[in-house]
């Protein structure tokens, strides 16, 4: 079977890029050769590529951030930072869910991993009847649910997660990535997330240092590779 994670979040702006990209270099650090994906990318501009969720990814897998790097890993790419099918719609098209899955399928192999990392939260409207959640269940990947530490994420995680059970699509772990000013400890939003979620590990990413490379500095997310 192939090996791959798709990474999808409880929200925009959770930590799924920062989580894609260090389980991208721990890969790497494991000499494990590895693919990433960002088919769908809102909000990109050409001149900051570096920085976008697709430059980090490559970068975090080691890939020079090129043109034609970034429009491999990222097919479907717009200008405004709205929800997919609306930002599709300002250009006068819409996305067609087919190929986003057969890029997917495309990408998956026995000879590599392949880190899939989504667009918004688990019901980001992809098209105007499709929704990322509808995407994940296609292509039957486990999923790894990052969420945030704010005030309000536990519910939007448990909500996340119910929909992700409900369709059956498999979760690897669930990912509480710190928010800024968190209003309680990181361990206790993750130990009220895990007893409500008994069978699935949860896995808490402190706050980081906004270097360079933030992604280096996580560990402890290679279980998620495993299996
Ligand atoms: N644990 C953390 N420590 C430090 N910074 C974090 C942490 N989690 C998230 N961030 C920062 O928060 C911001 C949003 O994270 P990220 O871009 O990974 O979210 P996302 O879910 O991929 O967002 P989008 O929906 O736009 O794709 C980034 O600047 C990221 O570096
Ligand atoms: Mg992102």
């Known amino acids: 079977v192939s090996q791959g994670l798709f990474i999808t979040g409880a929200g925009t702006e959770v930590g799924k890029t920062l989580i894609a990209c260090a389980l991208a270099h721990h890969l790497r650090r494991a000499e494990r050769p590895v693919k990433v994906l960002k088919p769908i990318i809102s909000g990109f501009d050409p001149d900051l590529a570096e920085e976008s969720d697709t ?42 869910m087919d190929a986003v899955l057969e890029q997917c399928r495309a990408a998956l192999s026995d000879d590599h991993f392949t880190l899939i990392e989504g667009v918004g939260g688990v019901m980001a409207p992809v098209t105007d009847e499709i929704t990322v959640l509808d995407w994940m269940a296609a292509l039957g990947l486990p999923a ?58 949860v896995i808490a990413v402190p706050r980081i240092a906004p270097i360079d490379r933030p992604w280096e500095a996580i560990d402890g997310l290679g279980e998620l590779l495993e299996g």
């Open 144 to 201: 790894v649910l990052v969420g945030g530490s704010y005030l309000g994420a536990i519910s939007h995680t448990l909500t996340a997660a119910a929909v992700l059970i409900e369709r059956a699509v498999p979760i690897r772990a669930v990912v509480v990535s710190e928010s800024l000013d968190p209003p309680v400890p990181l361990a206790q939003t993750a130990t009220t997330i895990a007893g409500f979620l008994p069978h699935l590990p």
């Open 55 to 96: 430059g980090l990814l490559l970068r975090a897998a080691g890939v020079k951030v090129t043109k034609a790097a970034i429009a491999e890993a990222s097919p479907w790419r717009y200008a405004d930072a709205i929800s997919p099918n609306m930002a599709a719609a300002r250009t006068g098209t819409s996305i067609d």
